[in-house]
């Protein structure tokens, strides 16, 4: 008897429970017919309604998630160059009008001695995400001897042996080591140094190695990439290029964009508009920044295409930062003794930097931007409340019906205001 | 006395405002016990409940803050190849058998007659987040000279003197530059061009040098990360790897993991998982992507694993597209010219990418997720009001409880309703 | 006349719809003055809203959208370097005393033999985001041959030819390939080989070329970024730095930590406080990261710099990963023989590594924390909510006033409640 009624109480219980659990809460409201309220109140809401999904939805596209992209890329140089006639370049190149530099890049009536390839002028051969192409060159062939240091190196200069001494980081920045001698060179006499010798002369430019038709070779870029968050894969070689297409096609920003082969007088023009300045990075060497672009928006379409554009990094303000050149050697052995050739190598160094951001639907910053939107909603509430007790005639009133007070309520017939 | 009157008002003011301040505005609900209008709202509730915690919080991990990694590699080859019997590699390759390329790449009764190591074959010897390994080369001893181009380079072959003008950019992937004579190769009249020669002749093969044994080569692979928010340093090579157990693993997806040591035949399985292709990427060279991947979660251990990835990144669909190559030379001087040693070198450039993410717990996303689902929660109230108020019985009895009209309020007598 | 019907009656409709638009429905409320709630509910509000100013916005900066940096990095080396005395470094040097180590790096009574500069130690000459500077090595002149293996090769040594036979994978990682013969090397018999010979000895100290003056050499790392978002483009070469001020700075953590010219003994002491480890670096070569970190606010200032920061990454604890070294070789022509100079280098790998994060107001992140913030602060309504209904002395009269229930309602008289 007594488990019939636990049973019957547990029963009881338990049906509360889902009655309190199956019931709703809803708030009491006063509905107010003002024009002047209700204006504040729809524009307030229009204002905040048009940001979320005007701006936040549709601009800042908030309802997709985003991927960076991951890649891959290797290029190839294709181009001969040459040398010619024993150039003197002159020295105050900044002030030679763009004609100078048009006669001096001009193959007409050139005799070539010495051909060079994509073995000769790529160092190294093979990079990954760059690729160095030498435009001129200053060769100086050396033996470990001592000799005078170069005039123009701080200090080099002197007068007797103790001039040698005490000479600090001022050695630095010299070709060798300073042995204590002072020597004659020319008609200066320089501190002799222990190092390759003779020291490269920066002025003599005789030797100054331009390399004829640089501007025409091309570079071949072929980039892999992938989204990994939304496992899509693409290439900048695209299905419809063959190969006959590859060995004619040549980029150009507007009728064959999708090439990806550029030619380098086209990119440099593109780097720096300047012509007299294009010239000057061919004897000076320049760094180019190649960016390969991906904006890919995978609701609309699976396709994307990449966008490359060609900036100069190496400043031509200072005369410090410009240009572009390092040292390397080629090495040999003449009656045993080691013989270097040394090249101060200038030319243009190309840098590939491939980034991109691929948008796609998603829900959960669908969701956040509508929680949060929301949220924001409620202000256009908060700012009609107040509008309502503070800005109205019949504020009094409004308060009154809105705003219940308890303890007023409290201070009268309790069973009265039971039902309030 | 004024002054106390007016100390007695400001601390009246200071007390009203007190009382304002302590005061708590709730709002006023209508409690319905409808099984229809709560199963409306509770199933709202329970779906947004679940969306929010189970995919917003747990799937996506919308709890944590997340890093990127930042990373250093270096590479080191080991393995011994060499070069055996002169081969000839016929042409028409995609054609053979598995057979044929197995018994290419066998060592059996092979001459070695010359050895390489990775002072030769990684070329260049030292490179960052990147190596190349040549697995196959042409060899061509040339000097500057006037020769015949090669047959199949465009618009080669002439009649006569006069076809070696108007060449245009025909002669841009020539190997030298057009003299403007028509001279005898072989059976032909080539245009002679002014080169080093001569030429690379890439039909002949028996100058082809397949190296022997690359397929046993092996790459250890030190790879130290950092996840600089969180402060947590990680690498590759783990505090139980000791010197002979480095010595003696290798990788393997199953069995060993996490040994950094890899086996070029076992990755080059997984990138290409034909059997002809892995040779014929020995054969014209491949490039393959190792990606290693820190997918990190430190809320519940900080001990993470990287896991390594192949993948082919030279397409096989295009003949453009497929392989590795490029050119080098070795240098020399004979009798005072300089003569050099052309290399067409095919191989493996392998490029090692890093990448990862680490989320930890962070009280900012935690609070954004929870505030922005607080906000979605009201549409489970948005949808059981328009429930209320439009699909029950008593839709126009729960519209007048829930709605006080202050108009109609108005028009009645002021006093008699001033306590609503 | 019906058409006037009409027409009034649709311009009805359309004045009660506007009517509806224009309406405002505000909650009504139940105000309590009560300490006790009103502290819970100011207090909950204090300490949510403090957390949304305090933290996510002014400290996590959660109205600003961030950016990372797209970078461009070249880098120059200076400085000579020096073989001298035949030096024999020791092999037990772990064991040796910081004053061992500085006799041994002193520049006293040196005899230098052999100079070297940039395009000696610098190898690769050129390449991008990394630099190695050789500080040590090992030369070793070979020719193609049969000779005995080294000894401490795993498995080299052997008693007669049948030893020689079933080396398995031992063989991977000696100079050459095996022969089959036992011969004898020194006072022992080693397996005889096929290899570039004699082979590299890496026990014979005497041969060991510790390069003089390393720690006095230079790097000046030029480094361009851009911040794509926000247009923004910086460099760390400072519009005040002048060719003299660089000729001469050096960069130092507090005297001066914007020049961009970095000496090697300075940054290698940061990367390693430990004096005996840093001089074993230069023996046995290291990884060194060099981080170059911009964190840019953009809405204070549009300058910003760059901080520099230097960590060792090849680890001191084990034997295994420590140092750093590769091999190379020289390539020579005698008596129309290939002849090798096999170096294995010791040096320093630089690796630089640029990041960084800027911030700037935007109204889409600061609209997302106001939104979830505004959703978050009603937990403060929802905890006083609690406590007024659960934990104070009038909860039952508190839930009177504010819960309506609309069933007992119904149960009355209709019209009486109806104005409810």
Redesign the interface.
């Known amino acids: 008897m007594s488990q019939e009624i636990n049973k019957k109480k547990n029963f009881n219980i338990f049906k509360s429970h889902m ?1 309190g ?15 002047k ?3 504040v ?2 524009i307030a809401q229009i204002l905040l309604l048009s ?2 999904v005007g ?2 939805l549709m601009h ?1 596209k ?1 309802y997709q998630e985003f991927d960076t992209v ?1 890649s ?1 890329v ?1 290029t ?1 140089v ?3 160059g ?1 040398l010619a006639n024993n150039l003197t370049i002159e020295t105050n190149l900044k002030e030679k009008s763009n004609e100078y530099f048009e006669n001096l890049f001009s193959l007409k009536s050139n005799v ?1 001695y ?2 060079l ?4 002028y790529v ?8 690729v ?1 192409i030498m435009s001129n060159f200053l060769k100086t062939k050396q033996t ?1 001897d001592r000799c005078p240091e170069e005039s123009t190196k ?1 200090k080099a200069i002197c007068q007797n042996d103790s001039d040698c001494e005490n000479l600090g ?1 001022a ?7 300073p042995t204590g001698k002072c020597i004659r060179k020319d008609n200066k006499t320089n501190i002799k140094i ?3 010798c003779p020291v490269e002369d920066e002025n003599d430019r005789n030797e100054d190695q331009l390399i004829r038709n640089v501007l ?1 070779f ?1 570079i071949f870029i ?1 980039n ?1 990439i992938e989204f ?1 968050k939304f496992k899509k894969k693409l ?1 900048n ?1 695209l299905p419809y ?3 006959s297409y ?3 096609c040549t980029y150009h920003e507007e009728y064959d964009p999708h090439c990806p082969i550029f030619q380098l007088n086209y990119i440099l023009s593109l780097a720096e508009p300047d012509i007299k300045e294009k010239y000057l990075m061919m004897i000076k060497g320049g ?1 180019i ?1 190649i960016e390969i672009l991906w904006n890919c928006d995978f609701d609309f379409t699976t396709k994307c295409l990449p966008k490359y554009s060609f900036r100069r ?3 031509k303000e ?4 410009s240009g ?1 050149n ?9 009656n045993n003794i080691e013989v ?1 050739e ?2 101060k ?1 200038f030319g243009l ?1 190309f ?1 590939i ?1 491939v ?1 991109g951001l691929a948008g796609k639907f998603s ?2 910053p669908l ?10 909603m ?2 256009s ?1 908060i700012v ?2 107040c509008v ?1 007790l503070h800005c109205t005639k ?1 504020k009094r ?2 308060q ?8 007023s ?2 201070e009268k017939n ?1 069973s009265n ?4």
Chains 1, 2, 3 share one sequence.
């Open positions: 009655r659990f199956m019931s709703y809460s809803t708030e009491r409201s006063a509905t107010i017919k003002s024009v309220i209700g204006l109140y729809r940001y979320i701006w936040e800042n908030g991951s891959v290797t190839k294709k181009g001969q040459f070539e010495h051909m390839d994509t073995a000769d160092i190294p051969p093979n990079e990954y995400n760059s160095f470990q701080y980081s050695a630095n920045s010299w070709n060798g080591i222990f190092s390759w025409n091309t072929k892999d990994k290439r070689v290029h063959t190969n590859l060995q004619t760094v920044l990094f190496d400043t200072t005369n410090t930062a572009f390092f040292r390397f050697a080629n090495r040999y052995r003449q270097r040394l090249y190598a160094r840098i930097n980034s829900i959960v969701m956040i931007t509508i929680g949060a939107g929301i949220g924001l409620s202000i509430v009609a409340d309502l019949k009133l409004y009154e019906i809105k705003e219940l007070d308890v303890n309520v409290l309790f205001s039971v039902r309030l």
